[in-house]
């Protein structure tokens, strides 16, 4: 057993027009799998439904966001696929960020204006890590109280258990996971690095198939079976960055 | 409007916030100038401060230094390690957060009504587009995020607003009715502004704290709703 | 904030009659938190309802799956609450097992045969698993196929979802959590050992209350970040077994 | 019936349902002759062994000297640690078995019908004791204990059934219907058994083959369903 792959082209070689894909990270530079990303944005797939909590908000907000830290030149984030015009829909939490003031419009605003066909569906973060951990349990559909009162009411169940509110959310099924942990081996087993953990690890066994960005391929058995945190069952292809 | 120069500027506000938390709370902070909080623990309290992106018992925010990439809080600053710290992902996250074990949440608003209603996630509302959130993005105005604050403002036990007590050009963000998309009902218990602290009760909206140099009047009148004035009305204490 | 309490009584001390209790392991001796359920059965407690995988089922059980290894001598489950009339009510995946020959009856047997009154609910392993995640997550109900086809159909809702029939099952509310850790600091930050992990990681943050025994107490700062498996959020007490 | 002597000890059974074990393939064994399997794997393959106690990649049943109480499968019975094993809690053991990322399931049974229904966690029927769980536990007889068989059985990709072909009396647990409380409908693909190995097929059950020593009609004596004699029936293959 083998996950190992030589690189993010070969790891993403059967993706396909139409696909869905799991985006890990949180926004921010930490957890993005932006070695796979660039990858995808380098293959000549599209009408993509790219699946994250803020997996475009582009290099500019990067910078905004670090202030005086120094954005890795290696960053990228599925902005690169919204140019390319290779989205068909975007499933976010965080789409754009009206607390940022950006010279130029956020990657999405711009598609948009710009004339590209994107659906755009919005998801509270807490129903959106859900959603997918839904999907990796098996579990087809499940009651939460987040969204009730909201807008997310219209075109949903609501349904009272103990005198309360709580909204109807289906697993979200996806064709792909990309993802940035810190090492694999070659079961596939992973360990993140701090709070670049966040979707990465949710998003893990949540779709078809699981291909994760590593900055250090070790050795089978030099991981601590105690901190293990993605069990190698969960991955299917492992590429270092 | 007041001038400019009563009003308590960001981490002031984010102090005032700070001396809610009391000892051996589970603290969430959101985006903006909430997570500005965590720098002002009250000497001798143990906070624990949970951020949705993974982590629980970060410390301060990060010198540029100190900073790591794979160390954040909600805001996307740097944050530093302290003892007792542990990290998750963000399944795990929002188990704490939608299941009820945060004891406050500090969120940002765009309005807050007098029942307590919180809008934090767009400037606008759905209508106005048709319900085409699509056509709304696209307008570049005010591109909506819902982030984890629908999560927060249902799950946590007590939900504070820290903002700036109007809009850009001078209009109440203290409303009858918010106007503007909902987060959650008659989720906030405190508001702290840069101008005062405002309780949500049931009788209505308590104003108990006013910026130095402001009175009750000058909050009134940047303020929708009608404020009952506290008995024991006094200035910010920080 | 210190979690450390300085014995299993003092832990326990607001039990109350009727209280529903989850209970951590598997069954077999590893992960069972013995300490509690020693001090538990020694308190004057009764009608509690015990739920767990398997967690009465006795001294001979654990003697019979040992073979030749040791039962230790502090070794103890949720038998000595059936023997002493504390339970009113068994949740349980396994409340015997049909594959061990014991000479005497199963402790649950033994109760009823004695005339206690004691209700019995059975629930699938992975259903009580995803029952008590969903009441640590907020979650009020979910659906799974577990179960479909079965028994278990009776007086549950049938849905369908893609075509495949799936069962409702409501988050299971608790008033206390025991469990089993290896390590745990003041902040109650926890790590188990092996296979003992089991649902004693399930449980911690699923009942109002959790209480974790553990083998060592550590200093703060001294367990892994990366590899706390349970965060001192969910647990309110830490007792030295 | 056939005389004991021409059956295939629970070593033996578990060794030819290791046979099945494909490389690179998760898999999880059931308590009692499924557990055994481990110590089988062919040469040159490598098989993850998944434990719903919360381990994932051990290796074989433990000797004496190397148990320990922190290290068991679903009989209880400790095992070895192996590299690139992790661990985990029970939630997370089942959202991979619920979730479908096991390969192949192993189960122990009681009764498995011709449509390949398998009943394995109680001997008996609820309807006997009035739908009365508390009733038929305190007979004593065959005390029922679901497990995480429900949950195995409709979760695996594969469910492959290992048991002793006939009941302590002789009775054939390969059956037209099941009569004791089933676990999950139309789950099982294999039957391994101490006398024959059988597909379950749409057109019903194939004898594919047979224990040393033992003819179809021995087989079929035992077996509730008329079974469909394989073209390329053989002896048992280990």
Chains 1, 3 share one sequence.
């Not at chain 1, 910078?63 to 599925?78: I, L, N």
């Not at chain 2, 767009?122 to 982030?147: C, E, H, M, Q, S």
Request: with cysteine.
């Amino acid at each position: 057993m083998d996950k190992i792959v030589p690189g993010a082209r070969e790891a993403l070689a059967d993706v396909f027009d139409g696909a869905v894909i799991l985006c890990g990270g949180f926004g921010c530079v930490g957890g993005m799998p932006s070695t796979l990303l660039r990858a995808l944005s380098e293959l000549p797939v599209k009408n993509l439904t790219l699946v994250g909590n803020a997996p475009a908000l582009g290099l500019e907000a990067q910078k905004t966001a670090a202030r005086t830290m120094q954005v890795p030149d290696s960053y990228a984030d599925g902005s690169l696929l919204l140019k390319n015009g290779q989205v068909g829909k975007l499933i976010a939490s965080v789409p754009a960020m009206a607390i940022f003031r950006l010279e130029e419009p956020f990657p999405i605003v711009k598609a948009l204006q710009e004339g590209q066909n994107i659906e755009v569906e919005l998801v509270p973060q807490g129903t959106l890590a859900a959603r997918m951990k839904a999907a990796r349990a098996g579990i087809p559909a499940f009651y939460t109280r987040t969204g009730t009162g909201t807008y997310l009411e219209k075109g949903r169940e609501v349904r009272q258990f103990d005198g309360q509110d709580y909204l109807l959310e289906h697993a979200l099924k996806a064709d792909f996971g990309i993802i940035r942990a810190h090492k694999g081996d070659r079961h596939g087993n992973l360990v993140y690095r701090g709070t670049s953990r966040t979707f990465n690890a949710t998003i893990a066994g949540a779709a078809a198939v699981t291909i994760a960005e590593v900055d250090e391929v070790v050795e089978l058995g030099a991981l601590d079976p105690e901190a293990i945190v993605t069990p190698g069952i969960y991955v299917n292809r492992v590429v270092k960055r | 409007m007041s001038a400019p120069k009563n009003r308590m500027d960001e981490q002031t506000i984010a102090m005032r916030v700070a001396r809610e938390f009391e000892d051996g709370m589970y603290v969430n902070l959101g985006g903006g100038i909430p997570t500005l909080a965590c720098n002002f623990v009250a000497e001798g309290r143990e906070v624990i401060f949970q951020t949705e992106n993974g982590g629980l018992g970060y410390g301060n925010i990060a010198s540029t230094e100190e900073a790591d990439w794979d160390m954040f809080n909600a805001s996307f600053q740097p944050v530093t390690y302290a003892p007792g710290m542990s990290f998750f992902d963000h399944d795990n996250a929002f188990d704490m957060i939608r299941g009820g074990h945060i004891d406050l949440s500090v969120l940002g608003a765009m309005q807050v009504s007098e029942q307590g209603d919180l809008a934090n996630w767009a400037i606008g509302n759905l209508v106005d587009y048709d319900g085409d959130v699509v056509a709304w993005i696209k307008t570049g105005r005010f591109p909506p995020g819902i982030g984890g604050a629908m999560d927060l403002a249902v799950g946590a036990k007590k939900v504070i607003v820290a903002m700036i007590h109007t809009t850009r050009d001078g209009s109440p963000k203290v409303v009858k009715e918010c106007t503007y998309e909902i987060t959650a009902c008659r989720c906030v218990s405190l508001i702290v502004t840069d101008m005062a602290v405002i309780e949500v009760t049931p009788a209505g909206l308590v104003l108990k704290e006013v910026a130095p140099g402001l009175t009750p009047d000058d909050i009134q009148a940047v303020t929708e709703p009608e404020l009952i004035i506290a008995d024991d009305l006094k200035e910010v204490e920080l």
